[in-house]
């Protein structure tokens, strides 16, 4: 089994940053492409960002400028750098990881932007 674990939530100030990070174990047979979703109380889980391989990124277009994503090397561990944070960014974000056959969730990690 796969096992991500996101950490780095919290509370911030409007205009604040947050770096949250996932870390994956277990029995990885490979690792095609991991990202972050995002959901919001009462709305659908929603795409806001990925990476394929080391370096191929993504970013959903509300987000590009302020979001980074990337992964170290190795790729065991992925990271969401938010910037300029806003209060619409408030939401349970989710890491997953896609190898091929399935895609793995962790269980989320709470981040709370304050206006």
């Known amino acids: 089994q796969v096992q991500l674990v996101e950490s780095g939530g919290g509370v911030v100030q409007s205009g604040g940053s947050l770096r949250l990070s996932c870390a994956a174990s277990?029995?990885?047979?490979?690792?095609?492409?991991m990202g972050w979703y995002r959901q919001a109380p009462g709305k659908q889980r929603e795409w806001v960002a990925s990476?394929?391989?080391?370096?191929?990124?993504s970013v959903a277009d509300p987000e590009r400028g302020r979001f980074t994503i990337s992964r170290n090397n190795g790729g065991s561990m992925l990271y969401l750098q938010m910037n300029s944070l806003k209060p619409e960014d408030t939401a349970v974000y989710y890491c997953?990881?896609?190898?091929?056959?399935?895609?793995?969730w962790g269980q989320g990690t709470q981040v709370t932007v304050s206006s």
């Open positions: 997953y990881l896609d190898d091929g056959r399935t895609r793995y």
């Open positions: 990476i394929r391989g080391e370096s191929y990124t």
């Open positions: 277990g029995s990885i047979f490979r690792i095609d492409t």
